[in-house]
C-alpha cells in the first residue's frame, strides 16, 4: 500500500522552530521530486518548497527564504521542512506531495503524482 505520512507539526510560538518530516512507504521516494505545500485557515493552497530527486536543486517561495530548508534522506525515504523563525502567518496545514517530475519549475513541484494527508502548524503566542 502506498502512503506518504507527515509528521512534527504543533503549536509553537512566533520565532521558533518546526521540522517537518514526510516518510514515504510503497514506494522509492529517490525516483520522485518532493514538495511542500500549506493551506492556511480561509486561503487557497499553495506550494512553499521544492526539492529535486538528486537534492541538488532546490525551490522556495519568496516568504519562507531565508527561513524554511527542505531536505531529503533518500536512504530513509523521507523528506524534511526545517522551520525557523516562524511567523503567524506561517500557520496552516503542511502537506508533501511527490511527482515522477525530477525537477522542481519555477513555481515549485511540477503534477504531483502522490498526497500525503497533512499535519497542523500554528504560530501563536
Known amino acids: 500500500q502506498l502512503r506518504f505520512v507527515e509528521s512534527g507539526g504543533g503549536l509553537v510560538q512566533p520565532?521558533?522552530?518546526l521540522r517537518l518530516s514526510c516518510a514515504a512507504s510503497g514506494f522509492t521516494l529517490e525516483n520522485y521530486a518532493i514538495g511542500w505545500f500549506r493551506q492556511a485557515p480561509g486561503k487557497e493552497r499553495e506550494g512553499v518548497s521544492c526539492?529535486?530527486?538528486s537534492g541538488a536543486s532546490t525551490q522556495y517561495i519568496d516568504s519562507v527564504k531565508g527561513r524554511f530548508t527542505i531536505s531529503r534522506d533518500n536512504a530513509q525515504n523521507t523528506a524534511y521542512l526545517q522551520m525557523n523563525n516562524l511567523k503567524p502567518e506561517d500557520t496552516a496545514v503542511y502537506?508533501?506531495?511527490a511527482s515522477t517530475f525530477r525537477l522542481c519549475i519555477e513555481s515549485g513541484l511540477y503534477d504531483p503524482n502522490y498526497w500525503g494527508k497533512?499535519?497542523?502548524v500554528t504560530v501563536s503566542s
Open 15 to 17: 520565532g521558533g522552530s
Open 51 to 53: 526539492i529535486s530527486t
Open 95 to 97: 502537506y508533501c506531495a
Open 118 to 120: 497533512g499535519t497542523l
